[in-house]
């Protein structure tokens, strides 16, 4: 009854720009953190980013000083916005958001399927 949806992947080229969202629908009573991790081809599976509901946030040192992460919470959404892309960077990127639907339920992880973002050397 909560779904998380990403949007935005794609080929971008080395140094350029790429900015990825996801909207998070459903039965929703609260948002509380929500996220970006990535999986890149024969790699764990890494944080990239979280913001709080209040705007904290948190990067991964692997894109800290290249990417930001924002969030318009009357939107459900969060963004991420890439800069200075590398090939490394090129994963599978993952949206997370902690969702209560119920205000008597507990906080439970939601993730998203997934978006491809490629970056070419």
């Known amino acids: 009854q909560v779904q998380l949806v990403e949007s935005g992947g794609g080929l971008v080229q080395a140094g350029g720009s790429q900015i990825v969202s996801c909207t998070t629908s459903?039965?929703?009573?609260?948002?509380?953190?929500m996220g970006w991790y990535r999986q890149a081809p024969g790699k764990q599976r890494e944080l990239v980013a979280t913001?709080?509901?209040?705007?904290?946030?948190n990067y991964g040192e692997a894109v800290k000083g290249r990417f930001t992460i924002s969030r318009d919470n009357a939107k459900n959404t969060v963004y991420l916005q890439m800069n200075n892309v590398k090939p490394e960077d090129t994963a599978v990127y993952y949206c997370?958001?902690?969702?209560?639907?119920?205000?008597?339920?507990?906080?439970?992880?939601?993730w998203g399927q997934g978006t491809q973002v490629t970056v070419s050397s």
């Open positions: 459903g039965i929703i009573f609260s948002i509380n953190a």
């Open positions: 913001i709080s509901k209040v705007g904290v946030t």
């Open positions: 997370n958001a902690q969702v209560l639907r119920k205000s008597f339920e507990s906080w439970r992880d939601y």
